[in-house]
């Protein structure tokens, strides 16, 4: 490489063009113009600082947590976001696929610097969009509010004076979009298909368990903590109970990451499909069956969690009418003793559990 080249590296660099776009122009590797500049004495860290230093962002952002979008948008960076404390750099690195939700973060802080992508090294995994910020207040500001360097292992989730409680909503979902998943498997109930769908937050023990204690108290919802590798997990199932977490989560939400939100609004279609397929097999149970009665002429009834069901249609669980019969009636049956009018039509065949499944009663 002449003299002449090398120079016009350096230049070109001190410009504020990455090596990258001036291997492209040159044609020499980016081993060979990180040499270049090795040999000129350029700190590439030094010089990278300087020209971020140049782009314009809104420092105090982040010196309190008074609205939605400012609480989200910590939620994101406690997930996503790594502050650098030796460079005063904050850095958020998410898929290409997610590139948008950088841009909208960048214009909600003022930044006047671009989003970069980095091509994957590899044929099979994406493209990488990344926000850098140089600014030692801005990144001074995110420390105080719990954001610390190198929290992948010791965070913890944020007091009531670094987000006030009517902005720990927009933090969770801030959070979830970052380091939470909401993942659905196919299945088959008969011939029927259905989705169930897993609701999951990673992060520290301690966050963790925090994050489930104010879905608790929110929501009124129980999810399990469990190791996971050398962090842990927050893990719910159940698709109703899953909705019930999300309607609270994007409750009064402003911008949201678009695949998370297309995630939440499958969830919803899924259930209202099940409920529309119930709704007709119960309603066509009911106009097939003039008598709720079984082969042999008898009505059918059903003792579930000690509430008696009377059945309709062929299978049981097709269609059921939730009687006034309680759980002490049927300790009455099992005691082989009348109730309102009800007794048992064949006590021979009740087991002692309480929980008999499918038995026949007749009404004097």
Known sequence: MDSTTQSLIIQRYTAGVVPRLISAETGYSKTQIHRVLRAAGINRSVAQAKRL??????????????????????????????????????????????????????????????????????????????????????????????????????????????????????????????????????????????????????????????????????????????????????RLNGNLQIKRVMDWLYADAGYTLPRKLRAYHQLVAEIAATEERRAARRASALANASHPTNANGKTIYMIRGGIVYKVYGVSRFVAIEQLNVSARAWAMFRGEVEYKGWRLARPEEVATSESAGTIDLTYA
Not at 131 to 150: A, E, H, Y
């Open 53 to 234: 230093a140049g782009y314009v962002v809104n420092e105090r952002f982040f010196q309190t947590i008074d609205s939605y979008e400012k609480a989200q948008l910590l939620g994101f960076i406690y997930a996503d976001g790594c502050v650098v404390s030796t460079r005063a750099a904050l850095s958020v690195s998410i898929a290409n696929e997610d590139h948008e939700y950088l841009e909208y973060m960048k214009r909600a802080m003022g930044y006047s610097g671009p989003v970069r992508v980095h091509p994957s090294r590899r044929s099979n995994e994406q493209a990488i969009s990344n926000l850098l910020i140089c600014s030692k207040t801005f990144c001074t500001d995110l420390i105080n509010l719990g954001c610390i360097p190198r929290k992948s292992l010791v965070l913890h989730f944020p007091t009531l004076a670094q987000v006030p409680a009517q902005w720990l909503r927009a933090f969770m979902l801030g959070y979830f979009e970052g380091d939470g998943s909401l993942s659905g498997s196919r299945h088959k109930r008969g011939k029927v298909p259905y989705t169930d769908y897993v609701f999951t937050i990673c992060g520290t023990e301690q966050f963790c368990y925090a994050y489930r204690d104010v879905l608790l108290r929110e929501v009124g919802i129980r999810s399990s903590v469990v190791p996971h590798v050398n962090i842990h997990m927050l």
